[in-house]
């Protein structure tokens, strides 16, 4: 594992930048050749120090070492380090529905979703029934009854994997209907 420059924006900004990569040298033997440019291009000037804290093995098979370097990887991504460049959020956000869309709105008629996006570019989508190859992308409530985006409802922190988006998606939707807000999603 190698801590980079910041190549890319940091995910959390007390965590630096990493690489992490498998190779049969010594950790120090493949860090000398990265800094000489046999590594991805990419890594090329980025380089500030071999992160020997961080590294693990030696592993007698590949196989061993291919499964660790994918559990270190995740990880570390979902303590906030930004790991190969990937500067994936998640955020959980809050969409206000017109309150004709149900019978007994409460303090208001809300949907609450969790996305890897801006939270407005998933309101748009959700606005325009955004699809892909694999279908709709959006939710019929949101297309046919949203109103606007309620960051103010929503969490101000950030996740760091998809798990705990979709957890926190989960426990914000019922402190929502807890407090009087009548909620679609939040699955």
Not at 60 to 68: I, M, N, V
Not at 69 to 87: F, H, P, Q, W
Not at 95 to 119: A, L, N, Q, R
Request: net charge positive.
């Amino acid at each position: 594992m190698v801590e980079l420059d910041d190549i890319v924006p940091r995910r959390d900004l007390d965590k630096p930048n990493l690489y992490v990569g498998l190779t049969i040298e010594e950790p120090a033997t493949r860090y000398e050749r990265l800094k000489t440019g046999h590594g991805p291009a990419w890594l090329q000037g980025h380089l500030v120090r071999l992160r020997g804290d961080l590294v693990s093995g030696p592993f007698l098979s590949r196989d061993d070492a291919r499964l660790e370097c994918r559990m270190a990887i995740r990880c570390l991504k979902s303590e906030g380090y930004t790991v190969n460049r990937d500067t994936r959020v998640w955020t959980v956000y809050v969409i206000e529905m017109d309150p004709k869309g149900c019978k007994d709105p409460g303090k208001g008629f809300v949907y609450v979703g969790e996305t890897s996006k801006t939270p407005e570019a998933r309101y748009t989508e959700h606005i325009k029934g955004k699809r892909n190859k694999r279908g709709r992308l959006y939710s019929r409530s949101v297309r046919k009854y949203g109103t606007r985006l309620r960051m103010d409802l929503a969490p101000e922190i950030r996740y760091f994997d998809g798990a705990s988006s979709k957890a926190a998606e989960k426990r914000w939707a019922r402190k929502l209907k807890d407090e009087g807000y009548k909620v679609v999603g939040g699955h």
